[in-house]
């Protein structure tokens, strides 16, 4: 009996997925086991930005060990299709503030185009009734950038 190899995606066929979509995984070094959390995130056309919360298990990860792995993935209902990539890299915090107001401006607009729920703000640091400008306003989360990308495995199916 032959195993079947799922496919590689072209650099253009992962690109399109990473453009596209807009929630990802990232798998944390844990003390013994990954942590994995999802994120939403942007893409500028080089870079991938996180907005995380100032708390949290994630946060004590990111401080002892930026190296991470982050998953996008999309599949159909029935999984008759799949495509998936996964990057290993190293997250680095945003601190220049006039990338911090571009990147939670490409946040916003991520909320308004998709037409998602005001609940995703809790994952953000913000309360629901907030308004969804309150993410410029007020800096209640981290800005995480995915950085020196080493590796890349980026599959779909036959």
């Known amino acids: 009996?032959?195993?079947?190899?799922i496919p590689q995606m072209s650099?253009?066929?992962y690109g399109d997925l990473i453009r596209e979509g807009?929630?990802?995984?990232?798998?944390?070094?844990?003390?013994?086991?990954?942590?994995?959390?999802?994120?939403?995130?942007?893409?500028d056309?080089?870079?991938?930005y996180f907005l995380s919360t100032k708390y949290?298990?994630?946060?004590?990860?990111?401080?002892?060990?930026?190296?991470?792995?982050?998953?996008?993935?999309?599949?159909?209902p029935d999984m008759s299709c799949y495509t998936f990539v996964t990057m290993q890299g190293r997250l680095v915090q945003e601190e220049d503030a006039i990338a911090k107001k571009k990147v939670r401006n490409m946040f916003l607009d991520l909320i308004h185009e998709h037409r998602l729920s005001l609940n995703i703000l809790a994952a953000l640091g913000h309360d629901p009734s907030d308004?969804?400008?309150?993410?410029?306003?007020?800096?209640r989360s981290n800005i995480w950038k995915l950085t020196g990308?080493?590796?890349?495995?980026?599959?779909k199916n036959l």
């Not at 949290?56 to 159909?76: A, D, T």
């Not at 990308?149 to 599959?155: E, T």
């Open 1 to 5: 009996m032959e195993i079947i190899k």
């Open 11 to 13: 650099k253009e066929e």
């Open 22 to 43: 807009y929630v990802s995984r990232i798998a944390f070094q844990g003390e013994k086991y990954p942590y994995i959390a999802p994120f939403i995130y942007v893409f």
């Open 45 to 48: 056309g080089k870079f991938l």
């Open 56 to 76: 949290g298990r994630k946060n004590e990860l990111f401080k002892r060990s930026p190296y991470v792995s982050v998953e996008i993935e999309r599949y159909s």
């Open 131 to 139: 308004p969804v400008e309150s993410i410029l306003e007020e800096e």
């Open 149 to 155: 990308v080493a590796d890349i495995v980026a599959l």
